[in-house]
């Protein structure tokens, strides 16, 4: 799935949002606080929505530029990207990008299926998320 919105706030608000989000996780997880500039290739274990535990590594990072991530469990293996181009001094186009790889031939049918019928509902739910923080700029 991909999606993109263009969002009326800077590059690195929108980015130390996501960030911060990622770092109380990390604290929730470990009981370690640690710095945004600390987090690039970082790994930990987590659970996840479903309450299946994972295992979450930061695999690039830079800021109000790009941060990816990919969370591993034991049937499937999601990557997510969000991606920043500054268009002026408050504007910003948000890019995000989610792959999902199964492990097993009925995972994936399960998420092939998922993805026809609901990428549009996460799509929709992101941006309003992220309009969300637009408002609180």
């Known amino acids: ?3 993109s919105i263009k969002l009326n706030v800077s590059a ?3 980015f130390e949002r996501l960030v911060d989000s990622r770092i109380y996780d990390i604290f929730e997880a470990t009981g370690r606080f640690m710095a945004a500039d600390e987090l690039a290739g970082f790994a ?6 479903e309450g299946e535990s994972c295992q979450i590594q930061i695999t690039k990072l830079i800021s109000a530029v790009s941060y990816h991530f990919q969370v591993e469990t ?10 920043l181009k500054k268009l002026a001094a408050d ?6 990008t989610q792959k999902v790889k199964a492990k097993n ?3 994936a049918l399960k998420n092939k299926t998922n993805s026809i019928l609901f990428d549009w509902l996460l799509a929709n739910n992101f941006k309003k998320i992220l309009k969300q923080l637009e408002i609180g700029y």
Request: net charge negative.
């Open 1 to 3: 799935m991909k999606t």
């Open 12 to 14: 690195q608000y929108i």
């Open 74 to 83: 034991k049937d499937e293996i999601v990557s997510k990207a969000y991606d």
């Open 91 to 96: 504007q910003v186009e948000v890019s995000y």
């Open 44 to 49: 930990y274990s987590s659970v996840n929505d």
């Open 105 to 107: 031939l009925l995972v």
